[in-house]
């Protein structure tokens, strides 16, 4: 199964995988560049969605409800939160830009009464995780104690020269608390853009054991396995990761071989 689908670099759309493309159940992600007053329409149907803006100023419309022109990074690497707009599924949705923009459309089943609702910076909480080398940092923009049906989401920034997604773990087993069973999406984004960084998706026995280089605007898709991330010297990862599985709950497993890297 090849896992790495591959960024287009000019037209609106910039990629797109749905639950038939990657032949799993829960997780959509798409990911859109539009240009100064180009729109994006379409419906969310039988599905959530989480609509992040990347980079740029844009207006959404979801339905009855309506936000003008937020957004406010240019550059995903910009070290602010950023605004995403969650949308309940049934809904009609249009995305006007103002200026470039660039924005990405999360999605999973959706079947509850929530209302669409703008996600601001100051409620997209920041953390730094790891140290040493394997330090990143980490914006967690549609987390399990926000409301939602299945969609967890979530965007990384890993500095050139270290590791993320690491000691690498996984998360495909329904054993709740010990681990969750979720699909799991890798919009990357590198800087400076030529660059590239190297994503390993495997299982304990192998049966899946794919490593890519993966460059700006691709998709790695995480079926099953663990899957960690690194950045070559000289350039950094941004990567946008949208989860979803049967049940809301992000718990994970580390590959027993590499579990001693953790700290004591």
Not at 114 to 119: G, K
Not at 208 to 222: F, I, P, Q
């Given at each position: ?59 959404v419309r979801a339905g009855d409800a309506f936000w ?101 773990h996984k998360h495909d087993t329904d054993n709740l ?88």
């Open positions: 199964m090849h896992l790495l689908v591959k960024g287009k670099p000019d037209g609106q759309e910039i990629v797109n995988v749905t639950p038939q493309s990657a032949r799993w159940h829960y997780v959509g992600f798409a990911a859109y560049r539009l240009a100064q007053n180009q729109r994006l329409d379409f419906n969310t149907g039988a599905r959530e969605i989480c609509i992040v803006i990347l980079r740029g100023i844009v207006s003008s022109e937020i957004g406010e990074r240019q550059s995903v690497f910009d070290p602010i939160s950023p605004y995403s707009v969650y949308v309940p599924h049934g809904q009609k949705v249009n995305v006007t830009a103002h200026g470039d923009a660039e924005i990405a459309v999360c999605s999973a089943p959706g079947h509850g009464d929530f209302a669409a609702r703008l996600i601001e910076p100051a409620s997209a909480n920041r953390s730094v995780r790891g140290q040493g080398s394997n330090t990143r940092y980490v914006c967690d923009i549609l987390p399990q104690s926000a409301p939602a049906d299945h969609l967890l989401v979530v965007e990384v920034v890993t500095p050139a020269g270290h590791s993320s997604s690491y000691p690498p608390p010990e681990e969750s069973a979720l699909e799991e999406t890798y919009y990357h984004r590198i800087n400076p853009a030529q660059g590239f960084a190297f994503q390993r998706v495997y299982t304990d026995d192998r049966s899946l054991d794919e490593s890519m280089a993966v460059e700006n605007h691709d998709v790695v898709m995480v079926p099953r396995g663990y899957h960690p991330v690194v950045a070559p010297h000289g350039y950094d990862c941004y990567y946008l990761n949208v989860m979803a599985g049967p049940k809301r709950s992000w718990h994970f497993k580390n590959d027993p071989a590499h579990d001693w890297l953790m700290p004591r």
